[in-house]
């Protein structure tokens, strides 16, 4: 069986990884002609994800342009995974995703951060956005309504429109904000979460009733932020018609996961993947390298039954950082890469705490990953590649505070878009 | 209930000095048998009392104590004799019996023992009996901290304290009980009184849920990490001993960890890979004229101090030393020893009037929560899934408290204590807040930055594994997701939120 996939063909490339990463490198791969078989152990980080793409937020004062404050971003910061991304490979990943994006679209670019309120009416910077959530951009907004479902316990107006009124943006005045409890229709059911609500959302009559509801309590707020629930594959014809009939420009907050913008992207890239031919095989949790002669020659695959051999040409290893269990930390504290043993770089040295007593530090632990060459391939003590047709993506890679940055889906983007790019370039 | 007119003043929220910070164990007095009969004995007639009063604060788990390959055989023999002596029932059941009902337990083990060990929510019981004292007229009053014991000539006449805004209040006093434990060497130096109090720090850790359904000790002389507790939807392993110069100090060594953690492997094999999901030292009160070396040792009993015998002060009375287990019993010898000094006889009830609540006797039972939620599955939100805490119990523990703090909730309703140690329910609960008790944007934030900080101080010491998972993906609900850290006016929150 080693040397040939499951389904008797050697694939071209395994990603191992369906967030972000794992689905730009495996979308870019397929299209481009490759066989490629993506593995997952669950549905992918990108379904908990807000779906904005943050490129670079913090630096850590507040990011106006990512795009122009990247060079000294590097300079301060020579591990980050952005060291490998210039300015010109950011703007192709970014339009390569926007091309990519078909039922609704995508706007901004790393030239300027927008502001967007959070959930708890922080105004975030963000670069590339969901067009159902730019127009929340409080840089263009003077006087908005804020609006809560009564069911969902996901989403506080009050403390996001209280919060947006305290938040003064530098150069500009802050935002008149008032909140808005709506109640819309049910069926009786007190405890309604997001996924249900985008469900809803996508039926014309129970948009209409609570846009009819909306129309109602408005006065003369020029916008109106809601919970990021406007439906799934039809999100913009659903949020066109929302705005419409409440008359006034809607735009979207998202909130916790699960989200209802991170499984749209998430739906829209699996589907690309398939229609380019690429495979996607779910509830399989990759564990080790499959090697020959000391060569990778695939991946090793547990599935509910039994272990199996995906071979490949190269490997994509996408499986994310802390949070998602690509790098675990046992109880003896001792860090390592979760599915090949790769070096691990970052980790506190001997007797140094990994975390620090205060929530808001910022912890040893936190930037510990693999490191990756320049052609995103992971490498050793000295500085070499451990397998040549062995990349990696996204969280994974060490040398980034990505929540604390705004980073996180800009870096999972362009070094997804780059590994990709790396194999393509082998295939020639 | 004996009629007097009282006052109630505890320097932070109730329970949160000691009496929060133990492991939920109510002895049997299996523990102390063989060493501090005394002791053993009277943690049996409270377990029987309180399993009275307290109904719905106890589950009624059973305890095992057993003989693992590192324990000494023959203490089995001893502590049967010494239960036997002292009246606590015991019954052996053979090993397979054992391991029937506790499939996790070591398969290695010898010999197996059966006690009524159960456990106890502390901070129910506690809310129980202010709520039982309120009843009768007691005056309470959380943060309110005793700044200075005032006296006329050799006779203390009552308590200066200071409120959380800082305002002080005199309380005049016919008498004054100090009730504060590890504390209360402070509290009597104020009265011009010398206690000596033996802090003797222990450490616990909470794994995300149970490991075992029945109270397990290893039956041996009592050491460190030898009791594993189920209670509620988590198990605690504990505990330690570590004498410490000040009784406010918590913290929390990686070799005490690791200490526990291997201690639990002994009890349960596999122990170290389970999810563990927080850790919390609490300080015990060990009264001792003379000091001993080392505070294990030193008797769990309690005493009473009439300080006009020892310091020649009046009105001013010290009850230190004891146990969770026998609070009713230190209250009851406290309040018998205030009638001596008043001039007045007057019988205790507290042993046999069912506190509010419990008046059905009925247990507490791990599934209450779940059929509470069925009840209205559809009426109400769920607001913590961890901890089953639905939204109109969540405003309503807030309005009668009258707190902007998540911690308070916290003791009451377990808000954040599950497996996600606050991800979900912190955010939800922060909005219902903002609304429920009319805050402003800056109070409802610095709410929830507050329990961010407090959750994360009971973590922060042993993350690895899943727990440390569940970390990130709170991290970047809060800072990737919603920002936290750039809420507005928040600035001076970070720099001087509490550790």
Same mark, same amino acid.
């Given at each position: 069986m080693s040397g040939r996939a499951g389904d008797g063909r050697m694939a071209d490339a395994v990603v191992v990884g369906a967030g972000m990463a794992g689905l730009t490198a495996g979308v870019r791969l397929a299209e481009a002609g490759l066989r490629v078989v993506t593995v997952a152990k669950g549905l992918g980080s990108l379904r908990l994800a807000p779906a904005t793409v943050d490129i670079l937020g913090y630096g850590p004062d507040r990011v106006d342009s990512p795009a122009r404050a990247l060079a000294a971003f590097v300079a301060a910061h020579?591990?980050?995974?952005?060291?490998?991304?210039t300015p010109g490979v950011l703007a192709k990943s970014v339009n390569w995703l926007k091309e990519r994006v078909n039922t609704y679209a995508y706007l901004g670019d790393p030239e300027v951060n927008m502001l967007l309120p959070t959930a708890v009416g922080v105004p975030r910077p963000s670069a590339v956005v969901p067009e159902t959530m730019a127009g929340g951009d409080i840089r263009a907004l003077k006087h908005v309504a804020i609006i809560g479902l009564r069911a969902l316990k996901d989403f506080h107006p009050a403390l996001v429109a209280d919060n947006l009124r305290a938040s003064a943006v530098s150069g500009g005045a802050a935002v008149e904000a008032r909140s808005i409890m709506l109640n819309p229709p049910t069926g009786g059911e007190a405890d309604v979460g997001t996924l249900a609500f985008g469900r809803r959302f996508e039926e014309a009559a129970f948009r209409s009733a609570v846009a009819a509801e909306l129309r109602a309590a408005l006065h003369d707020e020029q916008a109106v932020g809601m919970p990021a629930v406007l439906g799934f594959d039809h999100v913009g014809s659903v949020w066109t018609e929302f705005q419409e009939a409440v008359g006034r420009p809607v735009f979207e907050i998202p909130t916790i996961p699960p989200s209802v913008p991170g499984v749209r992207l998430a739906r829209v890239l699996q589907e690309r993947l398939r229609r380019a031919g690429g495979r996607f095989v779910l509830g399989a949790q990759a564990v080790g390298p499959e090697l020959r002669s000391g060569k990778l020659v695939g991946v090793r695959i547990r599935t509910a039954a039994r272990e199996t051999v995906r071979a490949a040409r190269s490997v994509v290893l996408a499986t994310g950082g802390l949070a998602s269990g690509g790098i675990e930390v046992d109880s003896r504290g001792a860090v390592r890469e979760s599915v090949l043993g790769l070096p691990v770089w970052g980790r506190p040295s001997g007797a140094e705490p990994g975390f620090l007593p205060r929530y808001l530090d910022e912890h #040893?632990?936190?930037?510990?990953g693999v490191r990756v060459d320049r052609r995103l391939r992971p490498v050793g003590p000295g500085g070499e #590649?451990?397998?040549?047709n062995l990349h990696a993506a996204g969280a994974v890679i060490g040398g980034a505070r990505p929540w604390r940055e705004k980073s996180g889906d800009g870096i999972s983007l362009s070094t997804g878009y780059l590994a990709a790019g790396a194999i393509l370039e082998d295939a020639e | 209930m004996r009629g007097f007119s009282t006052v109630l003043v505890e320097r932070a929220d109730l329970a949160t000095g000691t009496t929060g910070r133990f492991h939920g164990l109510l002895h049997s007095g299996g523990r102390y048998v063989v060493k501090d009969p005394k002791a053993a004995q009277e943690c049996l007639a409270e377990n029987v009392a309180l399993r009275r009063i307290a109904a719905d604060s106890i589950e009624d788990t059973g305890g095992m104590f057993v003989t693992t390959p590192i324990d000494d055989p023959g203490y089995a023999d001893q502590f049967v004799q010494a239960c036997i002596a002292t009246g606590i029932p015991v019954e052996e059941i053979p090993v397979a019996e054992a391991l029937r009902r506790e499939p996790r337990l070591n398969p290695q083990i010898s010999r197996a023992l059966v006690v009524p060990d159960a456990t106890v929510d502390c901070w129910q019981v506690v809310w129980s009996t202010v709520r039982s004292a309120a009843e009768h007229g007691a005056r309470i009053f959380p943060y309110h901290e005793v700044v200075k014991v005032t006296r006329d000539g050799s006779r203390v006449t009552g308590a200066l304290v200071r409120g959380p805004g800082g305002d002080e209040v005199q309380i005049r006093a016919e008498v004054v009980i100090s009730a504060t434990g590890a504390w209360a060497g402070r509290i009597a130096a104020m009265a011009g009184c010398k206690v000596n109090v033996l802090p003797g720090k222990g450490i616990m850790v909470a794994m995300s849920h149970r490991l075992v359904n029945t109270v397990v000790n290893r039956c041996e002389s009592p050491s460190d990490g030898d009791i594993l507790v189920p209670i509620h939807t988590v198990s605690v392993i504990g505990t330690t001993d570590v004498q410490v110069a000040d009784p406010d100090d918590w913290s929390i060594s990686h070799a005490e960890i690791d200490q526990m953690l291997e201690a639990g492997e002994n009890l349960v094999p596999g122990f170290r890979a389970a999810r563990a999901l927080r850790v919390w030292g609490g300080v015990r009160p060990l009264f001792q004229d003379d000091l001993p070396a080392q505070s294990r040792d030193v008797t769990r009993a309690h005493a009473v101090l009439d300080h006009s015998d020892r310091d020649g002060v009046e009105r001013f009375l010290t009850i230190v030393g004891g146990k969770f287990c026998t609070f009713r019993l230190m209250a009851q010898d406290a309040v018998d020893a205030a009638c001596t000094v008043l001039g007045t006889q007057r019988p205790c009830r507290t042993a046999d009037e069912p506190l509010p609540d419990s008046a059905d006797g009925r247990f507490y039972w791990m599934g209450s929560r779940l059929a509470r939620r069925e009840a209205s599955l559809h009426d109400d939100q769920l607001i913590c899934e961890c901890e089953l805490i639905q939204r109109g119990r969540l405003e309503d523990a807030m309005v009668q408290r009258g707190t902007a703090n998540l911690d308070d909730i916290r003791r009451i309703l377990r808000l954040g204590m599950g497996p996600c140690q606050g991800g979900f329910c912190t955010f939800r609960a922060t909005g219902i807040l903002h609304q429920a008790m009319k805050l402003s944007a800056s109070e409802a934030n610095r709410a929830m930055l507050e329990f961010l900080q407090e959750r994360w101080k009971g973590v922060q010491p042993l993350l690895h594994g899943d727990q440390l998972r569940q970390a990130w993906l709170d991290n970047w609900i809060f800072q990737?997701?919603?920002?936290?850290?750039?809420?507005?006016?928040m600035a001076q929150t970070r720099e001087h939120a509490p550790v």
């Open positions: 020579p591990d980050h995974p952005y060291a490998l991304v #040893p632990m936190d930037s510990v #590649p451990v397998h040549e | 990737g997701v919603l920002d936290v850290e750039h809420l507005p006016g």
